[in-house]
């Protein structure tokens, strides 16, 4: 964790840009227009204000990846090559023993390994596999990069490999990797040549095989089923190689095939991914921008093929993003354009043949309109709906612009069309979600501190205690997590009845007020959080927060980065450049912590006294219990007017 810097890490799965001194992007977590997912390099946490998810490192890998503790930290030292202790193969118990989702990715990496295995070392995958993928024109390097494999033709080789590994059948079923009828069990993708699907973070989620034999009747291309880690309308071919370089050049090229990604980059153009095959969705739009907002769409020579792809651009453009189209010369695709010329030429190509949507689906549609102006009308009239889809209001005028230039068509006709499809969708937008409309319950109500599920004081009595103390209880722990080494002075009075001045630490004063009235805290998380805090003291450590963001507890990590993300830092300017001297909250710590601990020490005494209150209400009480509770309810009220009086004096400091 401290050679891992946050900013590479999420910069992998984010396009994150300059905001100050953090950086900000589109949340990974939920589909958003407008960035909210902050990043801090200095204190090495992130922030997603539209989920509330904030930690490390390594709890973004958890959550964005969904991997354990060990996982994320097993993917930072891949990444950054760490070299750990080498593991021994898990045995049919220990395998029993994970989670189902971790059971299949380890059969995910498992079944790559044994395809790869075969394309190089079997005699079979030799002659047949990697003798295809050679004529194919793929260099040894690229093989080997994209982890391509081979499937012997033999019934069961598989099947029987991992089962003698202790691997579960019905989890190899589940992954598609293999099939049984009756008491017969046999590989999927027996015969065919392999390509492993990617996720963002590399780990293998499915495959896809191509058959080597020329008969119609079998099917060219099997992929793997959906299962809980596969689901292919949310992966993008190739992303997990390509990421970098769309981040590089703000560009992503979209073909269709696995073999188009590997030839293009071969060639160089290495910001490239496919949809592999299927149509595409808004989950993968959506990956795509997290990285750019520039997609170029590489078509082929199949007009038929081109028509039905016209709702993905559609789907672009609703999504925000700028699309562009590069149609190949015809009988050409992506693969033998990359393999028949150089890579100059073909960035040349690509340059020179990108086309905006309009141009594109006005050639395209106007061989179809043969002069027939209703045709014609129909063609302006698609062309329009799709430049309604585009959010940006600028954008679609400019798009209005075009269209009435391209078509010689008054500009105010194209803008009340635009303006009646919008309504359309409007009113639709609107019927669809009046019916599901629910108000905000918190509108109006004062801000509170930031709080997960955990953290929350609830009716399932995470914290029964009441709000006010959840409150006082959040801020005692933030000045803890926030300035625990700091030192603070401490002016007391001595035996002598004479000022004297002590240095202390924030962590010592904090236990020292709650140790000795025995206070412990009523929230879990806070608690651990002290006792962490207290066990450093007891061994001479006082804790820096970033302590805390290697903890294996993520509530604990969330917290604290949590509480750093909301810490604002006072510009330098107002002293150095207006002469205007501030106060910081560390400038007055000692009064900032004990107007805490009064507050939080009163709050307790408060829900102490309405107890009594409530117990005096009873009509069980003898006389002898009933002067106990008074005397006791004098006692707390008398200590709470000390404190709150305390706290009037720090107040007016």
Request: aromatic share 10%.
């Amino acid at each position: 964790m401290q050679t891992a810097r946050i900013e590479e890490v999420i910069g992998e799965f984010v396009q994150l840009k300059r905001a100050g001194s953090n950086l900000k992007g589109l949340s990974p977590f939920t589909d958003e227009k407008s960035p909210s997912f902050m990043v801090s390099p200095a204190k090495q946490i992130f922030k997603d204000f539209s989920t509330g998810k904030g930690g490390s490192v390594v709890t973004f890998l958890m959550e964005k990846e969904h991997f354990s503790y060990p996982e994320a930290l097993k993917w930072l030292a891949n990444r950054y090559q760490i070299e750990l202790p080498k593991e021994r193969e898990l045995n049919a118990e220990e395998l029993a023993a994970v989670t189902e989702r971790e059971s299949l990715q380890i059969i995910n990496e498992f079944a790559k390994d044994h395809f790869v295995h075969n394309l190089h070392h079997h005699q079979e995958g030799q002659a047949i596999g990697l003798s295809y993928f050679e004529e194919r024109g793929f260099r040894k390097d690229i093989i080997e990069k994209f982890q391509l494999g081979y499937s012997l033709n033999i019934s069961d080789a598989l099947t029987q490999d991992a089962q003698k590994k202790g691997y579960k059948l019905e989890y190899l079923e589940k992954l598609g990797l293999s099939k049984s009828k009756e008491d017969r069990h046999f590989d999927f993708f027996r015969g065919r040549v392999m390509f492993p699907i990617h996720g963002v973070s590399g780990k293998v989620l499915g495959f896809g095989g191509r058959t080597l034999i020329t008969d119609k009747k079998v099917a060219k291309y099997f992929n793997s089923p959906e299962s809980i880690i596969y689901n292919k309308s949310e992966i993008l071919y190739g992303l997990f190689f390509s990421k970098s370089d769309i981040i590089k050049y703000d560009n992503c090229f979209l073909c269709e095939g696995y073999t188009d990604v590997i030839s293009l980059y071969q060639a160089g153009i290495q910001n490239v991914v496919s949809s592999s095959g299927t149509a595409l969705t808004k989950d993968q739009i959506k990956l795509i921008r997290r990285y750019t907002n520039n997609i170029t769409i590489l078509y082929d020579g199949d007009a038929a093929g081109i028509k039905a792809s016209f709702r993905g651009i559609d789907l672009i453009l609703e999504e925000g993003l700028n699309v562009k189209v590069v149609l190949f010369p015809e009988g050409e695709d992506p693969d033998s354009y990359a393999k028949s010329h150089s890579s100059s030429e073909l960035e040349l190509y690509l340059k020179e043949h990108a086309q905006d949507f309009i141009s594109f689906k006005a050639d395209i549609l106007l061989k179809d309109a043969d002069h027939d102006p209703l045709k014609k009308a129909e063609l302006i009239k698609d062309i329009v709906h799709s430049v309604s889809l585009i959010p940006d209001a600028i954008s679609r005028s400019i798009f209005a612009q075009q269209i009435s230039n391209q078509f010689h068509i008054d500009e105010k006709v194209i803008e009340g069309e635009l303006l009646r499809l919008k309504g359309q969708a409007l009113r639709t937008q609107h019927s669809t979600s009046s019916t599901n409309f629910k108000p905000e319950e918190n509108v109006g109500a004062p801000i509170q501190p930031p709080s997960t599920n955990s953290l929350e004081p609830s009716k399932e009595g995470i914290n029964p205690f009441g709000k006010t103390i959840y409150i006082a209880e959040y801020d005692l722990i933030r000045l803890l997590v926030t300035f625990a080494p700091h030192e603070v002075t401490v002016e007391q009075i001595n035996e002598k009845n004479q000022k004297e001045i002590i240095k202390t630490s924030a962590t010592e004063l904090i236990l020292f007020e709650l140790e000795r009235d025995e206070i412990t805290f009523k929230t879990p998380l806070f608690q651990s959080i002290y006792e962490i805090y207290k066990s450093g003291l007891l061994n001479n450590e006082l804790y820096q927060s970033s302590f805390l963001l290697k903890n294996e507890n993520q509530e604990i990590v969330k917290f604290v980065s949590q509480i750093e993300m909301n810490d604002s830092e006072i510009s330098h300017q107002w002293s150095t450049k207006y002469n205007v001297q501030t106060r910081t909250e560390g400038d007055r710590l000692y009064e900032a912590i004990m107007h805490s601990i009064y507050f939080y020490k009163a709050s307790l005494l408060e829900y102490e006294i309405e107890e009594i209150r409530e117990q005096l209400k009873s009509s069980n009480l003898d006389s002898q219990q009933m002067n106990d509770l008074l005397a006791e309810q004098i006692l707390k009220e008398k200590i709470k007017r000390a404190f709150t009086n305390k706290l009037g004096r720090i107040i007016l400091r």
